[in-house]
């Protein structure tokens, strides 16, 4: 079970787009909808942004999107806001009941 | 409210068991819609998810920590615990525990609340 891939930055001005990808394999990503976007402030708890790879939880603005392609999903970030700066962690369900995280991406926003 | 807090020691020695116990309030750990996880940071690191159990005790582990990590769960205390043997200083990080969906559609096997975190450092 090794860790999805992640970039490990990216960067984007205020009111851009940014797009985070997260690559895995067909034991993981590729085979099931059960991906899961986290964001991270420093010093915090990790809060889910994304569920079931396009899903939004109550409360996450709608500026956050979520879809796959493959054995890579991406997390889309629309009107970047200095806010939003912050570690992104994608995770994917990798079958036997085991679950898999990304290494993580920092997002500056400039 | 549901709120989950992490105890137990800040400071393991080299070769012993660590433990950590997370307890949970605002709901009852014994919903069919949910297991509950441990998920660690290293400093500095990414995540990396250790294990999860349902309430009714059936645990499922990441197989690299397979062979060291144990989860237990007391529904009577509303509380699920963490053990983790033969700790060196590799396993020093911040230590997560947190709700995971058990049921599709709603977040299946995503953590949608976490306990604020607690450090354990690994050291002599």
């Known amino acids: 079970q090794s860790a999805l891939t992640q970039p490990a930055s990216v960067s984007g001005s205020p009111g851009q787009s940014i797009t985070i990808s997260c690559t895995g394999t067909?034991?993981?990503?590729?085979?099931?909808?059960?991906v899961s976007w986290y964001q991270q402030h420093p010093g915090k708890a990790p809060k889910l942004m994304i569920y079931?790879?396009?899903k939004r939880p109550s409360g996450v603005s709608n500026r956050f999107s979520g879809s796959k392609s493959g054995n890579t999903a991406s997390l889309t970030i629309s009107g970047l806001q200095a806010e939003d700066e912050a570690d992104y962690y994608c995770s994917s369900y990798a079958g036997s009941t085991t679950v898999v995280f990304g290494g993580g991406t920092k997002l500056t926003v400039l | 409210q549901l709120q989950l807090q992490e105890s137990g020691p800040g400071l393991v020695k080299p070769s012993e068991t660590l433990s950590l116990t997370c307890t949970v309030s605002?709901?009852?750990?014994?919903?069919?819609?949910?297991?509950w996880g441990w998920i660690r940071q290293p400093p500095g690191k990414g995540l990396e998810w250790i294990g999860s159990i349902y309430y009714s005790g059936s645990a499922y582990y990441n197989p690299s920590l397979n062979s060291r990590v144990t989860i237990s769960v007391d529904t009577s205390k509303n509380q699920f615990s963490l053990w983790l043997s033969s700790v060196t200083a590799a396993d020093t990080a911040v230590y997560y525990c947190a709700r995971q969906v058990a049921v599709a559609g709603t977040g299946l096997w995503a953590f949608d609340i976490w306990g604020q975190g607690t450090m354990v450092t690994v050291s002599s």
């Open positions: 067909s034991s993981d990503v590729g085979s099931y909808n059960l």
């Open positions: 605002g709901a009852s750990i014994s919903s069919s819609s949910y297991y």
């Open positions: 079931e790879v396009t």
